[in-house]
């Protein structure tokens, strides 16, 4: 039972253009959802974040949007810049300081 | 920035003998985690620990695994009698457990070589 999907194994754009990461998700008790980017040999780290309460969290270049009625999230990037290429997981989670369910990833490529 | 740290980076074993994979989470975080991820799979959830106790754990995490922390700044992730499906990279984590929910915070990882 796959609770978290990323439908795009991978995504590539411009360098400048907007990435745009998607996620659905199954489980009605998910409130917490994040967004972490792993390099190769590295751990995930965290990039940004959105409680159940909110529709749109917003830090710099990065942005995640949330539709809880279509049990969507996505990430848009703006500028994407070649440092941004990496797998980008999505999770979520159902309570405060529980366990993450992760997404596959996208392999986001941003050409220069 | 505080960061967790792992060791090893790499850990190569035989089937059948025990192994022990260390932590060091951030150091005023409460919550503690160990995920692994298999070559070309996704993260997946073992266990989670608060107040000296496991708080959740998966079907994955089974009686072959343990986890401790046994002197208040390490955690630690044993598997008794290791299989060759246990060949993955296992993260821990951990989570400041204060106030609203708030991310985890990954270390980069031991990488479980089982021959």
């Known amino acids: 039972d796959q609770q978290v999907k990323q439908n795009s194994p991978s995504l590539s754009v411009q360098e400048g253009r907007i990435s745009i990461l998607n996620c659905d998700y199954t489980?009605?008790?998910?409130?917490?959802f994040l967004w972490y980017k792993k390099y190769p040999a590295e751990g995930p780290t965290f990039l940004i974040s959105?409680?159940?309460?909110?529709d749109k969290n917003e830090d710099g270049r990065f942005t995640v949007f949330l539709n809880k009625s279509a049990k969507h999230l996505s990430l848009h990037i703006v500028p994407s810049q070649p440092g941004d290429s990496a797998v980008y997981f999505c999770?979520?989670?159902?309570?405060?300081?529980?366990?993450?369910?992760f997404g596959d990833g996208t392999t986001l490529t941003v050409k220069p | 920035e505080p960061e967790v740290t792992q060791t090893p980076s790499h850990q190569v074993t035989q089937m059948g003998q025990e192994v022990i994979l260390r932590c060091v989470p951030i150091s005023n975080h409460l919550y503690f985690y160990w995920y692994r991820q298999i070559l070309g799979q996704k993260v997946e959830f073992l266990v989670s620990?608060?107040?000296?106790?496991?708080?959740?754990k998966s079907e994955i995490f089974d009686d072959q695994f343990s986890v401790e922390r046994p002197d208040g700044s390490n955690f630690t992730l044993k598997i008794r009698s290791t299989k060759l499906e246990d060949s993955a990279m296992y993260f821990c984590a951990s989570n400041p457990g204060t106030g609203d929910h708030q991310p985890q915070h990954f270390g980069d990882g031991t990488r479980l070589s089982i021959l």
């Open positions: 999770a979520a989670s159902a309570r405060r300081a529980g366990k993450s369910t």
């Open positions: 620990f608060y107040n000296n106790e496991i708080s959740e």
């Open positions: 959105i409680s159940s309460i909110k």
């Open positions: 489980n009605s008790m998910f409130d917490y």
